[in-house]
C-alpha cells in the first residue's frame, strides 16, 4: 500500500478551472511506474466513476464526460498525479479520489475494486 493525499478541490464558478494534485509516499519505483493511477469521484447518492487513468507508460483513458475537458498526468520523480480540469460544469460536482496500484492489463482498469490504494478524497464544487 500507498499512502495518497489529494489537494488543489474548491468551488469554482461554471466554466472555471481546477488542478488536483495526489501526492503519493510509501510506496516503491514499482508502486509508483509500473501500475496505473487514477481519478475517481462520487457525487452524494450515486456510484464511484473513473474519471481518467493513467498507465506506467502515460497511456491514458477517460470518461466521455471528461474528454476534451480534464487532462491526467503524472510526475514519477516527485510521485505525484495530476488532474487538470477545465470547462467545469455543475454535473463534476462530486468528490474526487486518487487511486494507485491499479491493474494495467490489458490497460488501466476501470474498477475501483481493482485499485490497491486510496486517499482521503477533495471536494470539487461548481456553480
Known amino acids: 500500500h500507498v499512502q495518497l493525499v489529494e489537494s488543489g478541490g474548491g468551488s469554482v464558478q461554471a466554466g472555471g478551472s481546477l488542478r488536483l494534485s495526489c501526492v503519493a509516499s510509501?510506496?516503491?519505483?514499482?508502486?509508483?511506474?509500473?501500475?496505473?493511477m487514477a481519478w475517481f469521484r462520487q457525487a452524494p447518492g450515486k456510484e464511484r466513476e473513473g474519471v481518467a487513468a493513467?498507465?506506467?507508460?502515460?497511456?491514458?483513458r477517460y470518461a466521455d464526460s471528461v474528454k476534451g475537458r480534464f487532462t491526467i498526468s503524472k510526475d514519477n520523480a516527485k510521485n505525484t498525479l495530476y488532474l487538470q480540469m477545465n470547462s467545469l460544469k455543475p454535473e463534476d460536482i462530486a468528490m474526487y479520489y486518487c487511486?494507485?496500484?491499479?491493474?494495467?492489463?490489458?490497460?488501466?482498469?476501470?474498477?475501483?475494486?481493482?485499485?490497491?490504494?486510496w486517499g482521503q478524497g477533495t471536494q470539487v464544487t461548481v456553480s
Open positions: 487511486a494507485a496500484e491499479g491493474d494495467n492489463f490489458p490497460a488501466c482498469s476501470w474498477f475501483p475494486v481493482e485499485y490497491g490504494s
Open positions: 510509501g510506496g516503491t519505483y514499482n508502486t509508483y511506474r509500473s501500475y496505473c
Open positions: 493513467i498507465d506506467s507508460d502515460g497511456v491514458t
